[in-house]
């Protein structure tokens, strides 16, 4: 078992910036494959970013590319997500996941996930 607890979320101005982290415990935590998903209001569950056990892959949905950058400290077991230039659309519920699996955008490939946490980007 890996429990997952993010935190960092809150309301912030379209144009500024936030860093999730998502604190990992239980089972190795550092040998899974992490990635951030979001869930807007009347919305599916989307990929955002993946990354690799070791670090050394990162994978990005298009939608953030240039502007989020996901990371991972395995000697805190904890993942991060620094998100700048914010814009509206960015307003979910952000969750991180951990899988078994080789990095994947697909949410079914994830075996842990966390409670989620709230971001707002106002104008």
């Known amino acids: 078992q890996v429990q997952l607890v993010e935190s960092g979320g809150g309301l912030v101005q379209a144009g500024g910036s936030l860093r999730l982290s998502c604190a990992a415990s239980g089972r190795t935590p550092s040998t899974y494959t992490m990635g951030w998903f979001r869930q807007a209001p009347g919305r599916e569950r989307e990929f955002v970013a993946g990354?690799?056990?070791?670090?050394?892959?990162?994978d990005y949905a298009d939608s953030v590319k240039g502007r989020f950058t996901i990371s991972r400290d395995n000697a805190k077991n904890t993942v991060y997500l620094q998100m700048n230039s914010l814009k509206l659309e960015d307003t979910a519920v952000y969750y991180c996941?951990?899988?078994?699996?080789?990095?994947?955008?697909?949410?079914?490939?994830?075996?842990?996930w966390g409670q989620g946490t709230q971001v707002t980007v106002s104008s």
């Open positions: 990354i690799s056990w070791a670090g050394g892959r990162t």
């Open positions: 996941a951990a899988a078994f699996a080789t990095m994947t955008p697909r949410a079914r490939e994830y075996d842990y």
